[in-house]
């Protein structure tokens, strides 16, 4: 049998299910150092932590419609993908990954994800401003949700 997710309103579920997904918090931020502090800290044991750790996972909506993937085609120039970084930053994304191919025909791909906490960010305005800077050859871009 393939596995499957649901989205439950949290208010439904079990106690338990909700205490292990603030230790695993805890534990993902550094408030706790192991999993025997966290269980500690939320008032589980740690047989129902082990049991329900890689299971349980909190679902943000309106996190995850705000993450946009950039598509580049860059020039293999010293300094172009930094400007590209400091662009994204200048915008307020917060980059979740980055990955970029090795260049051929002196052109390299690379695609980053980012998160824009604001939610005013105008998408249409950082693609344009990614796409005007020297050595981006091309940009395109896919949202979130």
Do not use: W
């Amino acid at each position: 049998m393939s596995e499957k997710f649901v989205v439950v309103r949290s208010d439904v579920l079990p106690e338990v299910i909700l205490k292990v997904i603030e230790a695993k918090k805890l534990l993902s931020l550094g408030e706790c150092k192991t999993s025997t502090d966290a269980c500690r800290e939320v008032g589980i044991s740690r047989s129902a932590y082990y049991k329900y750790k890689d299971c349980a996972f909190m679902y943000n909506e309106e996190i995850s419609s705000k993450i946009v993937t950039y598509y580049f085609t860059l020039q293999d120039r010293a300094g172009v993908f930094s400007e590209v970084l400091a662009c994204l930053y200048n915008h307020g994304a917060n980059i979740l990954t980055i990955n970029q191919n090795i260049p051929i025909d002196s052109a390299a791909t690379a695609t980053v994800s980012v998160k824009f906490d604001s939610g005013d960010a105008d998408f249409i305005q950082v693609k344009n401003a990614l796409a005007a800077l020297d050595g981006v050859v091309t940009v395109a871009t896919s949202y979130g949700k």
